[in-house]
């Protein structure tokens, strides 16, 4: 079992910067893959980006790339997603996940019915 605790986010203007952070126990997750999906209301849960916890190779979303980075802190089994260049749109509640796939790329990294266990969730608003 793993448990995946969420901290970040909040409420920021358009073009600011946010990062949230995902802590894991339970269970050693070296040869898990931590994905980051979002969901705003009325909308389905999409894919942010995905880093892998023992070679660190990150995925990312077409419209996030440039903008949001992912990264871990092995010591500390925590993973952090930076976003910067905040846009209104992208305001929602961002998860943090964990899928023991660890092959196949973002085409399967972004399947949110692959993970296996999520964090509570957490609200980012980004104003206008």
């Known amino acids: 079992q793993v448990q995946l605790v969420q901290s970040g986010g909040g409420l920021v203007q358009a073009g600011g910067s946010l990062r949230l ?10 040869t898990y893959t931590m994905g980051w999906f979002r969901q705003a209301p009325g909308k389905e849960r999409e894919f942010v980006a995905a880093i892998s916890w023992s070679s660190g190779s990150t995925y990312y979303e ?9 990264s871990r802190d092995n010591a500390k089994n925590t993973v952090y ?3 910067n260049s905040l846009k209104p749109e992208e305001s929602a ?9 660890t092959i196949g790329g973002t085409n399967y990294f972004s399947r949110s019915n692959l993970y ?3 964090g509570q969730g957490t609200q980012v608003t980004v104003s206008s």
């Open 93 to 101: 509640v961002y998860y943090c996940a964990a899928t023991r796939l």
């Open 116 to 118: 296996d266990f999520w």
């Open 62 to 70: 077409d419209s996030v790339k440039g903008r949001f980075t992912t």
């Open 21 to 30: 952070s995902c802590a894991a126990s339970g269970r050693t997750l070296g």
């Open 81 to 83: 997603l930076q976003m």
